[in-house]
């Protein structure tokens, strides 16, 4: 199964613009997280540089400078606010590989197949505490609240979802509930800082925080159709791991809905009590395509992202808004 390609005239969304406008404050984000991962504990950098050198879009910090520049913000606050970010996230994406065993990670070893669980949890730790250290040098305490408060909401995000791991019962509310938490609430805080910074009205930190949301949501939705619907080596982790581990997503709630019993036997087998055979990601990924399932996936994921679009409808229409823009198009059309 594969996702559709645009079509020649039509050029594939892009973050280069993105990039380009913060070109100069990415750079110095990306020294500043150079130089805070280090450590006398050798493993430590190692460790993190391993993760890091794997590359990454490093979208989340990208959303902070260019919210920042989008309210108009010229001092430098958000470059350590969007490290603290990058930080975050990267402690997660440890601890998520040790939970979920995962032996990719962007097309390369996993850290934790690299340098075992212990190792990646602690690191993972380490990073965590990196990032409320920049937290408390910002010296906000509504910055504190923003980014705090996601780190909390994304650790019960990751619970929850191991909750709802292997249980067919899980519906379409509960799963946007999980996905809202462990994902979208990072992109939210990670736009919402960028205006906060810039002192801008309640109205216009809200809507960032709205559009952070609505991409972050648009962004997992993706992540989970693609776990069916991509190429390895496009995906950068090993296909079909959700399967795998039983995890109950959007393409397998709509497919157990509208299954047979027989179909639905299947989903019991094979998520539920992870008795699982070679063939059996086949015969999903089959069941997904007689009923629309990634299909509609990704089309759930364009309508959270036009609405996401909206919530920038009350800002200037700057270059950094029109990218912005294309930044939402990408996570949609994104094949990894």
């Not at 969007?82 to 962007?106: N, Q, W």
């Not at 075992?116 to 380490?126: A, E, P, Q, T």
């Not at 960028?194 to 109205?203: F, K, L, S």
Request: proline share 4%.
């Amino acid at each position: 199964m594969t996702r559709p390609m645009p079509s020649p005239e039509t050029a594939a969304p892009s973050l280069d613009p993105l990039v380009a406008l913060v070109a100069e404050d990415m750079a110095a984000v990306n020294a500043l997280i150079l130089d805070r991962m280090q450590s006398p504990v050798a493993l430590i950098p190692q460790l993190a540089s391993h993760l890091i050198a794997a590359g990454g879009k490093r979208l989340r910090p990208l959303i902070t400078l260019a919210a920042a520049q989008l309210c108009g913000y010229r001092g430098t606050r958000h470059q350590m606010l969007a490290a603290c970010v990058e930080f975050i996230h990267t402690a997660t994406l440890l601890h998520d590989d040790v939970v979920d065993e995962s032996l990719l990670r962007r097309g390369a070893a996993s850290a934790n197949a690299v340098f075992g669980n212990k190792s990646s949890v602690l690191v993972g730790d380490f990073l965590f505490s990196r990032a409320f250290q920049l937290m408390v040098e910002d010296g906000s305490l509504r910055v504190l609240g923003v980014l705090a408060n996601a780190s909390a909401v994304i650790a019960e995000g990751e619970v929850h979802q191991l909750l709802t791991t292997g249980d067919l019962a899980t519906d379409e509310a509960r799963y946007l509930e999980v996905i809202g938490a462990k994902t979208a609430v990072l992109f939210a805080a990670a736009a919402e800082v960028g205006a906060v910074v810039a002192d801008r009205p309640e109205e216009e930190i809200s809507a960032l925080r709205y559009f952070g949301t609505q991409l972050g949501v648009a962004f997992q939705l993706i992540d989970d159709a693609l776990d069916y619907a991509a190429s390895q080596a496009a995906l950068g982790k090993t296909v079909g791991d959700d399967f795998r581990e039983g995890k109950v997503t959007l393409p397998v709630i709509l497919a157990y809905a509208r299954g047979t019993a027989e179909e639905k036997a299947f989903w019991h087998r094979t998520i539920e009590d992870l008795e699982q055979t070679d063939d059996d990601l086949t015969t999903a990924q089959a069941l997904m395509e007689k009923y629309g399932t990634i299909r509609e996936t990704v089309e759930r994921a364009r309508q959270v992202g036009e609405d996401a679009k909206a919530a920038l409808a009350r800002f200037p229409a700057l270059p950094i808004r029109a990218s912005l823009m294309e930044a939402i198009d990408f996570a949609v059309a994104r094949g990894y």
